[in-house]
C-alpha cells in the first residue's frame, strides 16, 4: 500500500542535532497521519510525534521542546528535527503511515548517541 524509506540516522555527540527523513511512495492519497517510532535496545516500540495531513502534531512527552516533527506533501516526506540528543534518545527509529488499511512502516534508521 505505502512505502516508506527513512535515512538520516547515524552517530551524533550528546548535546547535538540530527535530522531524519522518511521519503513515501505508493498509496500517498490513502494517509490521514504520519508519525515517527522508535525501539531502543531491549525495549518496546514506542511514539515519538505524529502529524496529521492537516499539519496538527502530537509529541511524547520526552520529546517535547526537543524533537520538531513535519512534513513536505509537495515531496512525500516527513522530518525529525532531533536536537539536544543524548544517550536514552539512542534507538532504531521509524516511519510510520496511518490510513484506511491500518498503519505502515518503514525499516527503520538506527539513531546512536555517544556521551
Known amino acids: 500500500q505505502v512505502q516508506l524509506v527513512e535515512s538520516g540516522g547515524g552517530l551524533v555527540q550528546a548535546g547535538g542535532s540530527l535530522r531524519l527523513s522518511c521519503i513515501a511512495s505508493g498509496n500517498i492519497p490513502s494517509i490521514y497521519a504520519m508519525g515517527w517510532y522508535r525501539r531502543a535496545p531491549g525495549k518496546q516500540r514506542e511514539l515519538v510525534a505524529t502529524?496529521?495531513?492537516?499539519?496538527?502534531?502530537n509529541y511524547a512527552d520526552s520529546m517535547k521542546g526537543r524533537f520538531t516533527i513535519s512534513r513536505d506533501g509537495a515531496k512525500n516526506t516527513l522530518f525529525l528535527q532531533m536536537n539536544s540528543l543524548n544517550s536514552e534518545d539512542t534507538a532504531v527509529y521509524y516511519c510510520a503511515t496511518m490510513g484506511p488499511y491500518g498503519t505502515n512502516w518503514g525499516q527503520g534508521t538506527q539513531v546512536t548517541v555517544s556521551s
Open positions: 502529524i496529521t495531513t492537516e499539519g496538527r502534531t
